[in-house]
Nanobody, 123 residues
Framework: QVQLVESGGGMLQAGGSLSLSCAAS????????MAWFRQAPGKDREFVAL????????EYADSVKGRFTVSRNDAKNTLYLQMSDLRPEDTALYYC????????????????WGPGTQVTVSS
C-alpha cells in the first residue's frame, strides 16, 4: 500500500514560482514511477510531468515544458515539482501519482494517488 500526500500549493500572482512536494509512505519508493497530474474546475484531469523510477527519464506536457521541473529524492521518499513563470491557466488541483507499471502520461496506469494540493494563479 502506498500513501501519497502533496504539499506546497498556494495562491500567487502570474509570473511567480512555487514548489510542490509529494511525500510517500512506502517501503520501496525507489521502485515506483511517479507523475504529477492536475485538474482545473470543469476540466478533465491532465498529465503534467513524470519521472521514472531510476530518475533517468522525465517527460512534460507541452503546456509546462521549460517552466516546470520534476525531480525525486528516494532517500526522503519524496517527489517534487518546481514550477516557475506560473500563469492563470496553471490554476488547478495538483495530484501526485505512483505506479509500478510503465511510466506513461495516461492517468489510468497509476495505481496510487494523493488527495491533491491547490495552486491558484491570479493575473
Amino acid at each position: 500500500q502506498v500513501q501519497l500526500v502533496e504539499s506546497g500549493g498556494g495562491m500567487l500572482q502570474a509570473g511567480g514560482s512555487l514548489s510542490l512536494s509529494c511525500a510517500a509512505s512506502v517501503r520501496s519508493f525507489s521502485i515506483y514511477n511517479m507523475a504529477w497530474f492536475r485538474q482545473a474546475p470543469g476540466k478533465d484531469r491532465e498529465f503534467v510531468a513524470l519521472i521514472n523510477w531510476l530518475a533517468t527519464v522525465t517527460e512534460y506536457a507541452d503546456s509546462v515544458k521549460g517552466r516546470f521541473t520534476v525531480s525525486r529524492n528516494d532517500a526522503k521518499n519524496t517527489l517534487y515539482l518546481q514550477m516557475s513563470d506560473l500563469r492563470p491557466e496553471d490554476t488547478a488541483l495538483y495530484y501526485c501519482a505512483a505506479t509500478t507499471g510503465p511510466a506513461t502520461t495516461n492517468s489510468r496506469n497509476y495505481y496510487y494517488w494523493g488527495p491533491g494540493t491547490q495552486v491558484t494563479v491570479s493575473s
